[in-house]
Nanobody
């Protein structure tokens, strides 16, 4: 069992930065692929970025070059550094962990609100 807790959201002006954290409890977090998803008002949830157990990363086109995902397995934490934020980045951001070896084993956090507004 893995529990995920997101933090770091808030209100920021356009062009600003935030760093989100996804802290995991439970063992062997390092073998999970971890993704950050977001759901804006009236929109479907979408994948923003993900990082595998081998630290391979993928990004949505809309955030490539602005967001960076990283992981600290010693701290059981995955980060999402968000720079050059835009109003369209406003959403609830969720952390998701998928077991790399066992299909169907996945967990979600409760989400953290990010609002980009002047």
């Amino acid at each position: 069992q893995v529990q995920l807790v997101e933090s770091g959201g808030g209100l920021v002006q356009p062009g600003g930065s935030l760093r989100l954290s996804c802290a995991a409890s439970g063992s062997r977090f390092s073998i999970y692929t971890v993704g950050w998803f977001r759901q804006g008002p009236g929109k479907q949830r979408e994948l923003v970025a993900k990082i595998t157990a081998t630290r391979h990363t993928n990004y949505a086109d809309s955030v490539a070059g602005r967001f960076t995902i990283s992981r600290d397995n010693a701290e059981n934490t995955v980060y999402l550094q968000m720079n050059s934020l835009k109003p369209e980045d406003t959403a609830v951001y969720y952390c998701n962990a998928n077991h790399s070896l066992i299909a169907g084993v996945r967990y979600w956090g409760q989400g953290t609100q990010v609002t980009v507004s002047s």
